[in-house]
């Protein structure tokens, strides 16, 4: 079973930048896809990126490209989520989610393992 830990929230203003990590734990994450999503209040939790543990390959929705960066750290057994210049709407409490199979899904009931969530508050 897999245990994820968020850190690495904040408060910060529109265009800064802020790197959220996910720690594992409790087994080898070979053969998982791991994702970060976020929920701002009122709003369905939606996907931001992902990862294949294995092979590194990333994916994301169109609409974090170019200011967010999925990456991991086979050593450490992290992901990380880079954020850059962020805006008020990135606000949002983010959640590192794991799945098996390397088959990408981008939605949220397809994932089995959570973390507890970071928030990240970005000031206009």
């Known amino acids: 079973q897999v245990q994820l830990v968020e850190s690495g929230g904040g408060l910060l203003q529109a265009g800064g930048s802020l790197r959220l990590s996910c720690v594992a734990s409790g087994r080898t994450l070979s053969g998982y896809a791991l994702g970060w999503f976020r929920q701002a209040p009122g709003k369905d939790r939606e996907f931001v990126a992902g990862i294949h543990w294995s092979s590194g390959s990333t994916y994301y929705v169109d609409s974090m490209k170019g200011r967010f960066t999925i990456s991991r750290d086979n050593a450490k057994n992290t992901v990380y989520l880079q954020m850059n210049s962020l805006r008020p709407e990135d606000t949002a409490v983010y959640y590192c989610?794991?799945?098996?199979?390397?088959?990408?899904?981008?939605?949220?009931?397809?994932?089995?393992?959570w973390g507890q969530g970071t928030q990240v508050t970005v000031s206009s």
């Open positions: 989610a794991a799945r098996p199979g390397a088959v990408w899904a981008t939605e949220a009931y397809r994932y089995n393992t």
